[in-house]
Structure formats: C-alpha cells, structure tokens
C-alpha cells in the first residue's frame, strides 16, 4: 500500500456523518476499531523542537504562512458511521460509549487507588524539562515515576492539575499515564550514584543533591513536614518524542490522518478549557513505541503534563491575566487594543483572585466563554474544530455529573488552602454547564442509537444534565422511505430515553428525531437485513431538511 493508501481506505469505510449531503450508510454497520496498530520494523525518529521556537513558530511564524497554503475546511477524517471515534493509538472509547461510575473515573489510568509513598525512593534521575520542577525516582516496588512539585506561588494547584487533568482525559478516552498526589519527607529520598538529567535536547548532566533540594524547597510543605508532590509513573512501551498536532509522520507507516483533522485532537480543546490547561503544545505529548512478540512494534500517542491548569500565573506581568481569553503573545488581541486605546473592555482588565487566592490565580467561572476560550500558544487542531467536533466532546461532558467531578478533586488529596476544594468544584461545574448550554444546543444531543422490541430507542442529554426539564422537551418523529414520509409515535423512557415506535421495514429507512432548540434531527438510518433491522448509521446535521433517498 502507498504511503497515504490508508487515507482514502477510511474515509470509505468510516462514512463520516460530516456531510450534510444524504447518503445511505454501509450495511456492515459502524467501524469501532482502525487498525493503526500494525507492527513494522523501525521506529520513528525522536525530534526536539526548542521551546522558544516553538512557541514563535506557532504565535506568529505560522500565522503568517498559514493563509498563504490555502488550507481546506472540512470535518474530521477520524469518524465512524454514527458519528463517534474509533479505538486507535490515539483513543480508547470510554464515557463516548458506556456510563462509567465516579470510583471508575477516580482510578484513572492506575492500578489501583493507594496514594501512600512506598518510600524509601531512590532518585535516579532529572526532570528533563518544563515549567514545574521535578526529578524521577523509583519506588520500593520498582515502579518508576516522575516526581513533580508545586512552585512556591500557588500551593496545590500544580499537582493538583496534574492529577485532574489525567484522569479527566483518560476518562475522556485519551492514552495518559498514571498521575497521583503523595507525601513524603526529606529523609524518605536517596539520590543514586551516578544520576544524570537528560534534557529533550539530547544533552545530559549530573543530577546533584543540591538540585534535589531546590526541587523540594519549591513544593508545598504541610505542617507536619511532609512534602505534597505529584508522581506521574512512567508510560508503557519505550518513549520517542512529542508528537505534533497537524500533519503526519513520514516514518511511521500507520499514520495516515493528518493530526489536525482527527476529532479526538480538535474537540480537546473543550477538556482543555473546563480546567484552563492553556499548555497544550506538543512538548505535553509523548510518542511511545510498543514493541510486540514478533520484535515489531508500534506507535501509541500519550498526553501528558497537566500542571498549567487551574489558573497558573506564571510568566511576565499582565500575562497571566488573559490566559483562557489570548495567548501568551496574540497579534490579533495586541492590534485591537491597540486600536482602541486600551478603552475597550477586556475580561482581563480587572482581574481578582477568587476565595482560594492565589492558588487558583485568575480561574473563574464568570468570564468563561466555552467557543472564545484559547491556549497559551495556538494549536492547529484547535483551531480546525468544527460544530460537530465540539458537540462530540460536549456529549462526553454531559456524562460526567458533579458525583465524577468530586471523585478526580478527591484523588488530589487538598487539604492545606482555605476555600480550594469547594472553589475548584464550583467553578469546574459552573464551565461544564457553560459549555453545555452552548454545544448541545446546536447540534443535536440525542444519542446512542439502539433497537428495542420494536422501538428505536435514543438517549436525550438535553434531559439528562437538566438544560431542559423532560416535562417541556418538544420532541417529534418522521420516517423517510423511497415509498413515503410519516409521522411516528415518540415515548419518553426513565433515564432520558426517547424512544419511537417503528412499524415494519422491509426497505432501508431514515428516522428524523428532531427537538428544540436544536438547529437539526438526530438522524438514524436503519437497514433491514436477514439478522433483522439494524442501525447503521447516525447523522446531526444542522438544519431539518428532509432526506433524499
């Protein structure tokens, strides 16, 4: 096969429901599964890409060529018949196709819940970069881990970032290491003979017990003595290098979506914004070759670091104030101020911390605009984002509850900071909602089509997470058939279900289930077969014409 070959081959077999054009569906029903983990014989080259270019290519260099290359818009490559992502090197369906329970969600992507130290730790080695300071360090069970710290600024927020934001993502369904929140003391560390930092440069030096200690005069120290620190313990498989958010690896041979144009890239962007992780550029990503029996092996795409969230203040004066709302240095916001004299009203003129102080820096809920809100650097996933990227993430959101949000807040042991717990769980809720109201409402929320007894059977969120109240949903049906169009009969279920009684197919049909505010139906196309009737496919276009078929 070329080297693209595998392109055109999923954008037949997935049938994206991106187009607005009417079309019937495959009979072989939805690919759940892309097969991007075939072995092959040498893995891909690391990069290292410098932290200040990066950031100067993308906040301005590639601003500049960007509109010169004539990009196409579109929707996403990476996206089955029913409008959801299939399980690849890059994604795992979690809450997208099952209810997960919040004990479920609090343990993340570890074996198990206990966060006690198994001390004593031998440090084996340095951090190799980023904002927070750290070193690595192996546990009496020989796990090995990254160890991370607070600053001396705003204790607790960084760990707790780092936490959160794993397990928000792994329940999500992204690839992500295990994160935990533990305490130790001094006398629990001893430093290795011989250990060295290896930056992502290449180069390498001693790691010291001086630099130990610096790292541990920046961590938040409880009245006891213990240190709060974070651990992220090492991922599976032997780690390359960042990957990047826009084109493909010409040395890996399973990559053949561009990175911009897969959903699970785009539609991040929401997670992102719930915790105002503004550090989304590749240095928080990691490529991990996974060998296999046959001395082959493969790619797996992990996102990592998370400490930058929840309101990080960092960085040069006046900057931290508008992260979430511009970047760190954004031409278009600096021109309009510019032009307006600074006299136009920006949510970043007068910022306040908030009851936790400088903890949760300038995280809020009142100034959160779920479509408006941006990283520190542009990231060109992002920006690709389309409506029905955001709705899909927005219906992963809408799983999980406050009882979800109190469980990952819980895994990240807060204890020292008057006000912090209560305040991250309020904000956190307070931008889910947010971002509801905004992405379930245009596209639309019903979801995970299924045949019961007659009945076709979808899941209203618009109930579920309470934007609307079941007794005021306005709901109706129509079938499209070749030999006509008819009114069906709609039933509401216990647990959000809206179900449509069906009469008899014996011919491929369309069942247009449409509410409001909604700009378009759920529209689910069902297939008679030998088996019985199936579902095979599912579109949310944006307005309610009918199909042709």
Known sequence: MARHGLGPLLCLCLLACASSAPFRFSDRGPVWRIDDRRPYAKPPKPFYSPYVWDGANYAFFRKLAYPLSFPAEGESE?????????????????????????????????????????????????????????????DTRGRRFLVKVDGVLQPERATLADTF??????????????????????????????????????????????AVDAVLS??????????????????????????????????DPNDAIPHEDRRELRAMRLLASLFDHVDTRQENTLLSWIETDEGLGYTRHYRIDWGEGFGFVGGFEGIPQRLGHAGYFDVGEILVDFVSFGFLARPWHDPSYGLAGASLGYYDAEDFDPAGWRPGYPNPAFERATERDAAWMARIIARLTPAHFEAMVERAHLSQVEHMEAEVLRILLSRRQAVLERYLTHVSPLTWPRLEEGRLCLQDLATRTGLVPQSERKLQAKLHQESGVRALALTLDPEDWVCVALPELDEYGVVDVQGRPEKGPARVHLSPSPEGLKVVGLERPYDAKEPRL
């Open 78 to 138: 990476d996206v089955n018949a029913v409008d959801e992502v299939p399980n690849s090197s890059w994604f795992t369906n979690r809450l997208s196709i099952r209810e997960m329970s919040p004990e479920e969600v609090k343990l993340g992507a570890c074996a198990d819940l206990d966060d006690d130290a198994k001390v004593p730790w031998m440090v084996v080695g340095g951090k190799p970069d980023g904002a927070n300071p750290g070193f690595q360090a192996k």
């Open 165 to 210: 934001g794993a397990l928000l993502f792994h329940a999500a369904g992204y690839w992500v290491p295990c994160n935990r929140v533990v305490f130790i003391r001094e006398e629990d560390l001893r430093l290795k003979p011989g250990a060295m930092v290896k930056r992502t440069n290449g180069t390498k030096e001693p790691l010291t017990q001086a």
């Open 218 to 251: 920046k961590a938040t120290r409880l009245l006891d003595g213990r240190y709060r620190v974070s651990v992220s313990e090492f991922i599976e498989g032997r780690p390359i290098s960042p990957w990047r958010y826009e084109g493909v690896r010409k040395d």
